[in-house]
């Protein structure tokens, strides 16, 4: 689970981001703070966070100023900005000293969501192989370039039932899940559902672990391949 610190001064904004993070399976809340000395005080006595959510406009100290905070002190923690600082300065500031996102107020859980995910996805790729090639890194770092590239589904498969599938998928937040797990969540029949797993599984984004029930019927359990995800993405 990535450890996420929350630094907002507003409570209800705080309350909102919490709900959100717990419907993206893989992030934890480990600390809140209302303020950039509240913040420190956490990512010194708290070495496992890995997240800061920053706003920047806040009571004290602009949040911008944990940016340098972070390199003069070798923390090793990356940052979201979610602000509605949406002056140029402000975004040139959080990038040049490293955020790896800004987000500007108010926004939609959808570009939460995707900026999570991105997050996540660079976060698996630095704690697998010690060595990489250029291929894995352009799909890392330049994901926005293959999203863009559209691919065509199979016929009978369609984007929106994907999409709901694929939501439903990370939602149950589970290691492995069934057909009937999937359908009973997005509210699909199981034969509907049944063809869009096996599509994913061709693109090896599930793996298919088959297991028997007590009277030896199989049973078809799916696992998602965290390192095969971003294949999903030129079909949402």
Known sequence: ??????????????AVVKSYLRDVPGFQVAAEAGGVEEAKQHLRENKTIQLVL?????????????LPYLRENK???DVILMTAASD???????????????????????RFQKA???YQSRYNF?????????????????????????QTLPKGLTKETLQEVWEAIRQVGQDSFSTEDIA?????????????????????????????GSIGRPIHIYRIDKD???KIKPYL
Request: charged share 30%; hydrophobic share 40%.
């Open 1 to 14: 689970m990535i450890q996420v610190l929350i630094v907002e001064d507003d409570p209800m904004v705080a």
């Open 54 to 66: 920053l706003d920047v406009y806040m009571p004290g100290e602009n949040g911008l100023s944990l």
């Open 75 to 77: 923390i090793e923690a």
């Open 88 to 110: 140029k300065e402000s975004i040139e500031t959080a990038l040049r000293f490293g955020a790896v996102d800004y987000i500007l107020k108010p926004y939609q859980f959808s």
């Open 116 to 118: 999570l995910h991105a």
């Open 126 to 150: 630095f704690r697998k192989e010690e060595t990489t090639d250029q291929k894995q890194l352009d799909e890392t770092f330049f994901e926005k370039k293959h999203t863009l590239e559209k």
């Open 184 to 212: 009973l969540h997005a509210r699909l029949s199981r034969v509907s559902v049944k063809k869009y797993l096996t599509f994913l599984k061709e693109l090896d984004v599930l793996q298919l672990q088959p297991t028997y």
């Open 228 to 230: 095969n995800v971003r």
